[in-house]
């Protein structure tokens, strides 16, 4: 009797386990299959109309925990939001050099920031924006934007260099 209870007990874990294991792997599933995936275009240089898919973005792994200031759900960015940041990233002589290299604006984001008063106010804004700038194939920037003080304050620049060899 006590090693069919064992066994009993160790099926009942195994089970549990199993589903659990499932439960995760149907998450990571249904969280990569809700993130917006793009295909940027580099026809033009202002062209990131097609990024957004009617202008909702979705918020996954990258908007702050599970979503701008970490809410999650989809945010509509209005096209004068967008112009803005770009026209403000287009001042800056870095940014015009790399128009100048063949880089096209890809996508604009805003970085979503939420302050909870004493009172319990909630206020939420997009003070800052990331715009990603890519190369062809080969290089990809990501330039970081004050839209409050309208001005650049970062940008990265990755590269990339194939050899192939027969």
């Known amino acids: 009797?006590?090693?069919?209870?064992?066994?009993t007990k160790t099926l009942i874990i195994s089970a549990a386990t199993v589903l659990t294991i499932l439960s995760a792997i149907a998450a990571i599933?249904?969280?990569?299959?809700t993130t917006?995936?793009?295909?940027?275009?580099?026809?033009?240089?202002?062209?990131?109309?097609?990024v957004f898919n009617g202008a909702n973005m979705h918020f996954g792994r990258h908007g702050g925990g599970c979503g701008?200031?970490?809410f999650g759900g989809t945010v509509t960015v209005s096209q004068e939001y967008k112009d803005n940041v770009i026209n403000i990233a287009m001042n800056d002589t870095?940014?015009?050099?790399l128009i100048a290299e063949g880089y096209n604006?890809?996508?604009?984001?805003?970085?979503?920031?939420?302050?909870?008063?004493?009172?319990?106010?909630?206020?939420?804004?997009?003070?800052t924006a990331i715009?990603?700038?890519?190369?062809?194939?080969?290089?990809?920037?990501?330039?970081?934007?004050?839209?409050?003080q309208a001005k650049v304050t970062e940008i990265e620049i990755f590269t990339r260099t194939v050899i192939e060899k027969s």
């Open 1 to 7: 009797m006590i090693k069919l209870e064992r066994k």
């Open 29 to 33: 599933v249904y969280a990569n299959a």
């Open 36 to 50: 917006n995936t793009t295909n940027a275009t580099t026809d033009f240089a202002y062209d990131y109309g097609n």
């Open 68 to 70: 701008p200031g970490g």
């Open 94 to 97: 870095d940014v015009q050099k």
């Open 105 to 127: 604006v890809t996508d604009v984001r805003p970085i979503i920031s939420s302050t909870v008063e004493a009172d319990g106010t909630v206020t939420t804004k997009a003070t």
């Open 131 to 148: 715009i990603t700038m890519e190369l062809n194939t080969t290089g990809r920037a990501f330039v970081k934007v004050d839209v409050t």
